[in-house]
Nanobody, 118 residues
Framework: QVQLVESGGGLVQPGGSLRLSCGASGVPFDEYHASWYRQAPGKERELVAFITNTGDSARTVDSVKGRFTISRDNDKDTVSLQMNSLKPEDTAVYYC???????????WGRGTQVNVSS
């Protein structure tokens, strides 16, 4: 069964840190690029960070650049998002997504809630 399961969300104060993790099962994980998206209330889902299937290239969007870091461990079939210096505007549901490097087949996780508030 193909599955992505996110974890690590929660409530944190502004300036704090969280680490999100996403575990994959049922797929050859190293044949999939991976991304983190987020969706804030009343807004569209947006890309936050992307990493290639091998992990040799990664990027983050401007709004989180220098604060968030995406990484992956293909031995453990996981992709992570380290979030530092969190701001209230980072509050959202964060989703893990993987996409086949040849098939383009896309799989989404169910999301994990991140709340940044004092």
């Amino acid at each position: 069964q193909v599955q992505l399961v996110e974890s690590g969300g929660g409530l944190v104060q502004p300036g704090g840190s969280l680490r999100l993790s996403c575990g994959a099962s049922g797929v050859p994980f190293d044949e999939y690029h991976a991304s983190w998206y987020r969706q804030a209330p009343g807004k569209e889902r947006e890309l936050v960070a992307f990493i290639t299937n091998t992990g040799d290239s990664a990027r983050t969007v401007d709004s989180v650049k220098g604060r968030f870091t995406i990484s992956r461990d293909n031995d453990k079939d996981t992709v992570s998002l380290q979030m530092n210096s969190l701001k209230p505007e980072d509050t959202a549901v964060y989703y893990c997504q993987i996409q086949g490097i040849t098939s383009g087949y896309t799989i989404w996780g169910r999301g994990t809630q991140v709340n940044v508030s004092s």
